[in-house]
């Protein structure tokens, strides 16, 4: 009896200790997570190919931060841009990771802004919210676009995993949003915090229960000051008033092709699903056979181009 009370007990332990782990590595941002944060030096806009860097502050008081914006304009500088392009990162990166796409829109003839999430690059903030607090970050730095006048044209949306869910959120409460590109993105963070674990950590993923996982969602959003359910991009989508392009790879086991299609069953008319054959969740990112890029500037310049 004195035996099962123990092994019960050292369940219990082990139990909450991971939780308190987990819980901690799902809501903590890369700039919490990094103990020499404060020692970085940013990468100076030159360097990544652009033409200016700012950060824009956002929020007040206690939730204040300040997002860090690059911008990139169109390779032929004697033509007006053919619109404007905010472009997002995935999770645990930084702007100048998407350089490979942004520098082909400017050769197309876009204004590219790169933007580093909250809490990623040279943007601060501890908390995620996969993609709530920082959809209202993105309206601001539009906000701030608009009046440094860098708005040119139709503005579009290009974002990867996590900022494709991010840019989704994004055109549900900003109606500047013309169109939303959006390559690999996860459905809802519900489904997806668990399936990740499990995918990133094979057999010790499994040996916890889904109430366990439902705990360490619920306790990530009252740290995050969300609620895990609002962070649904399946339901997002609903509210956004703008055609949506998704992409996702077949092969992708990070963010399987599923999530793509429950969010464009309810994605506005004009949208659009394409499925990319032989194509993981870095194979997208990386695009080394150009198709993401392809698909891209096609729908870019139907969309937004006059």
């Known amino acids: 009896m004195r035996v099962a ?61 300040e997002i860090s914006v690059a911008v990139m304009e169109p390779a032929n500088r004697l033509q007006e841009p053919r619109g404007t392009v905010l472009v997002l990162h995935g999770i645990r990166a930084q702007g100048y990771w998407m350089l490979d796409i942004a520098e082909a829109m400017a050769d197309d003839g876009y204004r590219v802004i790169l933007a580093d999430l909250r809490g990623h690059g040279g943007s601060t903030g501890d908390t995620l919210t996969f993609g709530l607090h920082e959809a209202r970050d993105l309206s601001r730095v539009i906000d701030e676009l608009q009046a440094r006048g860098l708005l040119a044209g139709k503005l579009g949306v290009f974002g990867h995993s996590y900022g494709a869910t991010t840019s989704i959120h994004l055109a549900a409460i900003d109606p500047r949003i013309a169109t939303v590109v959006a390559t690999a993105p996860f459905a809802d963070m519900r489904d997806e915090v668990p399936h990740y ?22 306790e990530a959003g009252r740290r995050g000051g969300f609620e895990p359910a609002d962070a649904a991009a399946e339901v997002a989508i609903t509210r956004a008033a703008c055609p949506v392009l998704l992409l996702h790879g077949t092969d992708d086991i990070v963010v399987p092709p599923e999530n793509s299609q429950r969010i464009y069953a309810g994605a506005p ?9 032989d194509t993981g969740h870095l194979g997208v990112w990386l695009d080394s056979d150009g198709r993401v890029k392809k698909h891209t500037l096609a729908w870019l310049n139907k969309q937004l181009a006059p």
């Open 5 to 65: 009370a123990a092994l019960l007990l050292l369940s219990c332990l082990l139990h909450s200790g991971c939780a308190a782990l987990l819980t901690e590595a799902v809501v903590s941002t890369p700039r919490r997570l990094n103990p020499l944060r404060d020692l970085a030096l940013p990468i100076p806009a030159q360097a990544l190919g652009c033409d200016e860097q700012w950060v824009v502050p956002v929020g007040e008081g206690a939730t204040a931060l």
């Open 197 to 218: 674990v499990r995918t990133m950590l094979p057999g010790i993923g499994h040996l916890f229960t889904n109430e366990f996982y439902e705990d360490v969602v619920a």
């Open 269 to 277: 008319p004009g949208s659009q699903l394409v499925l990319l054959r």
